[in-house]
């Protein structure tokens, strides 16, 4: 027969209280993240499904609650300064995505996603069925500006290369004034083109928290285990 006796030691027993703690903590702050996390994807889901707004019509409000609003412009495109973001397209193949300014009736001008053409199609004189001239209504939903990847190349914009949307580079590059602090990317392809391809926005909100809330308790569970396992003698009775 064998007896267990529980028998903790000081020195370990405060390590493993404060580590315990400390993942707890960790558990319970991912939580509340969760929460955070799961509430912003539904304002984002709502703003991007509902009947597009007037963009003058928006109300003033902070920065991130405009992301992903779906809004309807009216103005006039400005082929001249339309710029060629390096973009892989629906079927993996490389390309460009076409920003390309909008005036608009108020003095703004929002610079616009129309969508995605293929490497051969860069060169807007090879395209010249999807050059907008007029006025023209787009919807589509406000983004922010990309971020530049560590590892990623710079912009150029002297060959109207970019690799990462940048307003401000953007704004200084064709020497714009009065630029509207978001992208507009459209929702619908303009005309009957084949190209552009617009309607690419995906709502997709990453959300790994409850791996994290998972993850710091079961460190917790597995860190008492082994506290017990190892301050527990067996002993023949």
């Not at 300014?101 to 108020?106: N, R």
Request: proline residues 5%; charged residues 20%.
């Amino acid at each position: 027969m064998f007896a267990y006796k529980f028998k903790p030691r000081l020195w370990p027993t405060v390590l493993t209280g404060f580590i315990l703690f400390c993942l707890l903590a960790l558990g319970f702050w991912q939580i509340h993240r969760l929460e955070w996390k799961l509430g912003l994807i539904a304002q984002i889901e709502e703003r991007a499904f509902m009947v597009p707004a007037e963009l003058e019509d928006l109300p003033e409000l902070f920065y991130d609650e405009l992301e992903y609003q779906s809004v309807q412009i009216t103005g006039t495109f400005n082929n001249d300064k339309e710029m060629t973001l390096y973009s892989i397209g629906p079927n993996g193949e490389p390309g460009y995505d076409l920003y390309t300014p909008l005036s608009i009736s108020d003095g703004w001008t929002v610079i616009v996603n129309r969508g995605w053409v293929p490497e051969k199609l860069k060169s807007k004189i090879d395209r010249p069925q999807t050059l907008v001239d007029g006025e023209i209504t787009v919807e589509g939903l406000l983004r922010k500006q990309g971020q530049k990847l560590w590892y990623g190349p710079d912009n150029e914009p002297q060959n109207n290369n970019w690799y990462y949307s940048n307003l401000d580079e953007m704004a200084v590059a064709q020497n714009m004034k009065n630029v509207y602090p978001f992208y507009l990317y459209a929702a619908k392809i303009d005309g009957n083109n084949k190209f552009p391809v617009a309607g690419r926005t995906e709502v997709n909100i990453v959300n790994n928290h409850l791996d994290y809330v998972l993850t710091w308790f079961g460190l917790a569970i597995v860190l008492l285990v082994i506290y017990v396992i190892t301050h527990t003698e067996k002993r023949e009775t």
